[in-house]
T-cell receptor, first 117, second 113 residues
Framework: AQTVTQSQPEMSVQEAETVTLSCTYDTSESDYYLFWYKQPPSRQMILVIRQEAYKQQNATENRFSVNFQKAAKSFSLKISDSQLGDAAMYFCAYRSGGGYNFNKFYFGSGTKLNVKP | DSGVTQTPKHLITATGQRVTLRCSPRSGDLSVYWYQQSLDQGLQFLIQYYNGEERAKGNILERFSAQQFPDLHSELNLSSLELGDSALYFC????????????FGNGTRLTVT
């Protein structure tokens, strides 16, 4: 089965600074999709950004961008100009592109991001 | 708004009791997933349904069961409740396309006393 690893249980960043959250995954599949979710203190799960494995271009959504390194099986999230509202738990997720594991999602254990004013 | 509706938002019950959590997926989504999240913990996958059929099982206890009905709403039944079952239970739905993310409901917060 695929595994997703977030090696940083907790991180801190100063407001207006940039922070990068790490995510690695283990798979033998060539077709898959990657996602980052944000869970603020309200505990809603909010989709932040998605990346298709077949695309070389890194996805970007406003202040959020990813660094997708397919060969290294790495999918990090960069948050620029951090804001207090970015304080949350962030989860990395993997979805198979087809085959037996289609429709299955695998989540990392999460990284808690603190934003200091 | 994700389009996924979960009821109730909060549930307080006693040990040994049985409860039912309900989920309505986004319009057009055939897959429903249930997750359990204890305080300050990650997401534990419980079970997945696709168009009424069970597709995958995770770490779901025998005391827990679920089903998906013809109208695609789903229910998660938790019985013989224990203190350790206190958690946030999420329902999520997804399209049957590989690039479709999970869309989460706001969760049901279960407290077992």
């Amino acid at each position: 089965a695929q595994t997703v690893t977030q090696s940083q249980p907790e991180m801190s960043v100063q407001e207006a600074e940039t922070v990068t959250l790490s995510c690695t995954y283990d798979t033998s599949e060539s077709d898959y999709y990657l996602f980052w979710y944000k869970q603020p203190p309200s505990r809603q799960m909010i989709l932040v950004i998605r990346q298709e494995a077949y695309k070389q271009q890194n996805a970007t959504e406003n202040r959020f961008s990813v660094n997708f390194q397919k060969a290294a099986k790495s999918f990090s999230l960069k948050i620029s100009d951090s804001q207090l509202g970015d304080a949350a738990m962030y989860f990395c997720a993997y979805r198979s592109g087809g085959g037996y594991n289609f429709n299955k999602f695998y989540f990392g254990s999460g990284t808690k991001l603190n934003v200091k004013p | 708004d994700s389009g996924v509706t979960q009821t109730p938002k909060h549930l307080i019950t006693a040990t040994g009791q049985r409860v039912t959590l309900r989920c309505s997926p986004r319009s057009g989504d055939l897959s429903v997933y249930w997750y359990q999240q204890s305080l300050d913990q990650g997401l534990q996958f419980l079970i997945q349904y696709y168009n009424g059929e069970e597709r995958a099982k995770g770490n779901i206890l025998e005391r827990f069961s679920a089903q998906q009905f013809p109208d695609l709403h789903s229910e998660l039944n938790l019985s013989s409740l224990e203190l350790g079952d206190s958690a946030l239970y999420f329902c999520a739905s997804s399209r049957d396309r590989a690039n479709s993310p999970l869309h989460f409901g706001n969760g049901t917060r279960l407290t077992v006393t």
